[in-house]
């Protein structure tokens, strides 16, 4: 089966370089699945900071609190709707990027996404292969980094 992955919008302007950041951190959204772990595992070796946030008040602290340089969000999580939170991050941080992931990808939900500026929209269950090339999309689009680009050796392994 093919996953679907839609890029909605590029992000506007404001292009910085990473290598001027101390740390790097991603917002995530709780799921009701291995979510968190999966995460970690793309996460980890790039020294980038996974920040969960189960209810809509985390959302608003971590942000708050920390420099967050996109937001992966969960639309079917039954503590946080999806559309909901990035309605919430969107009032406070407008040009937050967002990749919204889904069980299902229909044309309504895609439209709310675009009118919201999600990056892109990730079908349910997530292949970590393109949610790591969308990553890499995003923060060469906004951030002008390659951080989440595969190692050469990988493609090469044709992993």
């Given at each position: 089966?093919?996953?679907?992955?839609?890029?909605?919008?590029?992000?506007?302007?404001?292009?910085?370089?990473?290598?001027n950041?101390?740390?790097v951190?991603?917002?995530?959204?709780a799921a009701n699945?291995?979510?968190?772990?999966?995460v970690?595992?793309i996460?980890?070796?790039?020294?980038?900071?996974?920040?969960?946030?189960?209810?809509?008040?985390?959302?608003?602290?971590?942000i708050?609190?920390r420099?967050?340089?996109?937001?992966?969000?969960?639309?079917?999580?039954?503590r946080?709707?999806?559309?909901?939170t990035?309605?919430?991050m969107?009032?406070?941080?407008?040009?937050?990027p967002?990749?919204?992931?889904?069980?299902i990808a229909?044309?309504?939900?895609l439209?709310?996404?675009?009118?919201l500026?999600?990056?892109?929209?990730?079908?349910?269950?997530?292949?970590?292969?393109?949610l790591?090339?969308?990553?890499?999309?995003?923060?060469?689009?906004?951030?002008?980094?390659?951080?989440?680009a595969?190692?050469?050796?990988?493609r090469?392994?044709?992993?």
């Amino acid at each position: 089966m093919k996953r679907l992955a839609q890029d909605l919008h590029e992000p506007a302007g404001m292009t910085e370089e990473l290598s001027n950041l101390s740390e790097v951190n991603v917002l995530v959204s709780a799921a009701n699945w291995a979510w968190p772990e999966a995460v970690r595992t793309i996460f980890m070796p790039r020294g980038i900071n996974a920040l969960l946030a189960t209810e809509a008040n985390d959302v608003l602290d971590i942000i708050n609190q920390r420099r967050i340089h996109t937001a992966i969000v969960d639309m079917d999580s039954e503590r946080l709707s999806g559309l909901g939170t990035i309605k919430i991050m969107r009032a406070h941080y407008p040009l937050l990027p967002c990749i919204l992931l889904a069980r299902i990808a229909e044309r309504e939900l895609l439209s709310d996404a675009l009118e919201l500026d999600v990056f892109s929209v990730i079908t349910k269950p997530v292949d970590m292969d393109v949610l790591l090339e969308q990553l890499n999309k995003l923060f060469i689009k906004k951030y002008n980094s390659t951080i989440f680009a595969r190692k050469a050796s990988a493609r090469q392994a044709g992993t």
